[in-house]
């Protein structure tokens, strides 16, 4: 799936797979899935691992709202039971969050407040800042250092065996597609199940490449980036800037890039191509989901958030860390999920044409169910979007070498400028 850019990157082929398989950090398409030793075929383990991989297939089990959700979300958004915009109430948690904190203070209080064992989530790594890595944290100032979006590639699903062997329940943040695959891995691995105790989605329009980090560093004034200390993409305010700072720099200096610089004009230019074909920006397979509420003009603003219950189990748990003077939000009316996120209702109807174009072509695309993407094809597109999905993936085809595999050569561990 890999070669064939189907892989969105989620690691959960090396948790089920991990004497066969390794995620490595490829420079233009993300963290992929490579064989443990490259002679070998692909045994039983990887084999099972494609039935659990988000990139192939996304599924939920019926079109219909079930009792308890809002039914006027489900088509375009999924399972929604309830609708809360806010932040937390910790007010370092909040101004290190990319908007409101929630998902921080959240999974804290699952720690402290519900007894939970660890929070299983990624962070930047001690040695290459510019690149992620899964962890286990096991108390909330953890939590706080890790606070804030890291748009580069992240696979936090390779590490699920971390849960499966806790002392208690865990919690698990990701994109939507790697709590996709917690999802399907959990109902084929027992252990697994019985210890996830929540799962929070952050919403995503798409993950940039290790490319698009340092070209970003590049536009900062960073050629090489071996001498980085830190590397944030967001937060310290609504939306927050991407901040950098060398080694070398003197204390309290960073070098700082808008949202707009930095995700506007170069990141998102850098997104893996599976994120172009995605059908999922907001969590849908996930207990609680978070992202921005984007009807709010930003500015010089601590933050707040829009935050999803999707389950039972979501409601729940918010409810009780509202209780608790963890969170506070106010009870939203659905049509603020829509008017805060108008940019990834567009882009789910784009997915249409897409997917129709590439197969016309004899390409492989993922398999969706009862995630409809033609009627907002229809609905919330303009002519001109319509053409451009369509026209433009042919012309996608053509210049990504869509046709041809991927090259897929580890970049993780070189630490020397890319050119």
């Not at 720690?111 to 660890?118: V, Y």
């Not at 049509?335 to 108008?342: F, N, V, Y």
């Not at 398999?367 to 409809?372: A, C, M, Q, S, T």
């Not at 229809?378 to 012309?395: F, I, Q, Y």
């Amino acid at each position: 799936m890999a070669a064939n850019r189907l892989c969105t990157g989620c690691g959960v082929c090396a948790y089920l797979a991990p004497d066969e398989v390794r995620m490595v950090d490829v420079l233009d398409h993300g963290r992929r899935p490579l064989p443990v030793l490259p002679s070998a075929p692909a045994g039983p383990g990887a084999t099972a691992a494609v039935d659990c991989c988000p990139g192939v297939r996304l599924a939920h089990d019926s079109r219909r709202a079930e009792p308890g959700e809002i039914a006027a979300l489900r088509p375009a958004w999924g399972p929604v039971r309830r609708v809360w915009e806010g932040y937390a109430t910790d007010p370092a948690i909040r101004y290190a969050g990319s908007s409101g904190g929630v998902a921080t203070a959240l999974a804290g209080y699952c720690l402290t407040g519900q007894g939970m064992a660890g929070v299983l989530h990624v962070g930047a790594r001690a040695d290459v800042p510019y690149l992620n890595e899964t962890r286990l944290s096991r108390d909330p100032a953890e939590l706080l250092a890790a606070a804030g979006s890291r748009y580069a590639p992240a696979s936090p699903a390779d590490r699920l065996d971390l849960v499966e062997s806790a002392d208690g329940p865990c919690v698990f943040i990701g994109k939507p597609c790697d709590v996709a695959a917690t999802r399907m891995a959990r109902r084929v691995r027992p252990a697994l199940d019985a210890r996830l105790g929540l799962t929070i989605a952050l919403f995503c329009a798409g993950t940039p490449t290790t490319r698009g980090t340092l070209e970003m560093l590049r536009r900062l004034g960073i050629s090489d980036p071996t001498g980085l200390e830190s590397v944030h993409y967001r937060g310290n305010g609504w939306p927050g800037r991407a901040r950098a700072r060398l080694v070398e720099d003197q204390p309290g200096h960073e070098r700082t890039l808008s949202y707009q610089e930095s995700w506007g004009e170069i990141l998102q230019q850098h997104r893996q191509w599976r994120c172009y074909l995605c059908a999922d920006h907001t969590g849908e397979f996930a207990d609680v989901a978070v992202g921005d509420p984007w009807y709010r003009p930003t500015g010089d603003d601590p933050g707040r958030s829009l935050v999803l219950a999707r389950t039972e189990r979501g409601v729940r748990l918010v409810e009780a860390a509202i209780a608790a003077g963890v969170l506070a939000l106010d009870e939203a009316a659905p049509t603020i999920l829509p008017a805060s996120q108008p940019n990834l209702l567009r882009a789910r109807g784009a997915v249409a044409g897409r997917l129709v174009t590439l197969r016309a072509a004899g390409l492989m695309t993922p398999r969706l169910r009862h995630l409809p993407t033609a009627r907002m094809w229809w609905r919330h597109l303009t002519v001109r979007e319509r053409l451009r999905s369509t026209v433009g993936t042919v012309r996608r085809i053509r210049r990504k070498r869509l046709r041809e595999p991927a090259e897929l050569i580890p970049y993780g561990e070189q630490r020397r400028p890319v050119g």
